[in-house]
């Protein structure tokens, strides 16, 4: 299959992927995604390519930092992903206990021993937006922060959490669950 480029001379999407290999090898290397996911990337990089051969000046390049960018964006969202699972736990441990048992409580103070050890500016933020409950909207007036970058100051606040949760050995939280 060949594509014609007005600009361009004409290339052969199989030559290109032949030359491109080294190249690619080292950038899933280096991003160390799963063979799967690493395929899919490269398809869709090159089905991409297809569709805007008359854009595209140099495809080498743009392939290259086309994979590149995909790459970065698939741990982006895996990392939100792991993050949004944090706040799913961390609205079942903060919410309201149903029937204060013993292990709800252990699991409290384990999750405000941990909480205390982040900054003063992450615990308000955690404490307002999952323990009393408060929406985004809420949590940014309260804190003067502006609406739009709420959603970021929690990210990165869920991310110390989970940083801590791992440093102190998510184990001691774990062991109290049935």
Not at 47 to 64: F, G, R, S, T
Not at 70 to 94: F, G, H, N, P, T
Not at 127 to 145: C, D, F, W
Request: glycine content about 4%; aromatic content about 8%; charged content about 30%.
């Amino acid at each position: 299959m060949s594509i014609l480029d007005e600009s361009q001379e004409q290339f052969s999407i199989e030559e290109l992927f032949e030359t491109l290999q080294p190249k690619l090898r080292r950038v899933f290397s280096r991003f160390r995604l799963p063979p799967e996911d690493a395929e899919d990337i490269l398809q869709q990089s090159f089905l991409d390519l297809v569709y805007k051969q008359n854009q595209v000046y140099n495809p080498e390049a743009w392939v290259v930092a086309t994979v590149r960018n995909r790459c970065i964006m698939y741990w982006r969202k895996r990392r939100r992903q792991i993050w949004d699972a944090v706040d799913s736990a961390m609205l079942e441990l903060v919410a309201k206990p149903e029937g204060a048992g013993q292990r709800q409580v252990a699991l409290r103070r384990d999750l405000e021993r941990i909480l205390a050890r982040l900054p003063q500016r992450c615990r308000s933020v955690l404490v307002l937006r999952y323990g009393l409950g408060y929406r985004s909207q809420e949590v940014a007036e309260l804190l003067g922060y502006q609406p739009s970058s709420i959603r970021k100051v929690t990210s990165r606040c869920i991310a110390a959490l989970t940083r801590e949760l791992v440093d102190s050995g998510f184990e001691e939280l774990e062991s109290h669950s049935p």
